[in-house]
């Protein structure tokens, strides 16, 4: 006969077991208060990783009500009744309409080409933050900013 041990259930049925990621040697972190006004959204701060091969950020973003009503209004008439609108889906959109924009220039709004070239830029936008990669650099210059038309928010 087959015996069916308790492990071997368990093995099936519950999920894997991450590895915990160690920090890359050499990276390191910053953190900032950025409280910028973006139009649409206010930045209240910027949490960046500074790894070997890329730099993170991820920008906190606060969206005004009235620029979520209008998206959320703007949504429910995609909908046409078909699904709910979400908030945090019409929060997450208001906040793109920036981020889709942006990039990484430095004190003098120079864009930083190494930075940029190949790199993804935005990789995800939330309801109350936006991620961006890039690649890294050799050297950072002093200032950095993330630079969306007019407007821009200090990272460094």
């Known amino acids: 006969m ?8 368990s093995r099936l049925f519950d999920p894997p077991r991450r590895r915990r ?6 990276s390191t972190t910053q953190t900032l ?20 091969v890329r730099l993170y950020l991820c920008v906190t973003m606060e969206p005004r009500p009235e620029a979520v009503d209008a998206q959320a209004e703007r949504d429910r008439r995609t909908a046409a009744g078909m ?10 959109e208001v906040n793109a309409r920036w981020a ?26 939330g309801a109350k933050e936006v991620f961006f990669e890039f ?14 038309g007019e407007t821009r928010v200090r990272v460094r």
């Open 33 to 52: 208060r950025a409280l910028t006004d973006l139009g649409e959204s206010v930045a209240s701060g910027v949490h960046i990783i500074y790894a070997s």
């Open 100 to 125: 889709r924009h942006a990039v990484l220039t430095d004190g003098e709004d120079n864009v930083l080409e190494a930075a940029m070239s190949g790199a993804r830029g935005l990789t995800d936008v």
């Open 2 to 9: 087959f015996g069916i041990h308790a492990d071997d259930l």
């Open 135 to 148: 690649n890294a650099l050799e050297a950072y210059p002093e200032r950095m900013y993330l630079r969306s």
């Open 21 to 26: 990621e160690r920090p890359v040697p050499g």
């Open 83 to 92: 699904f709910a609108v979400d908030r945090n889906w019409s929060a997450a």
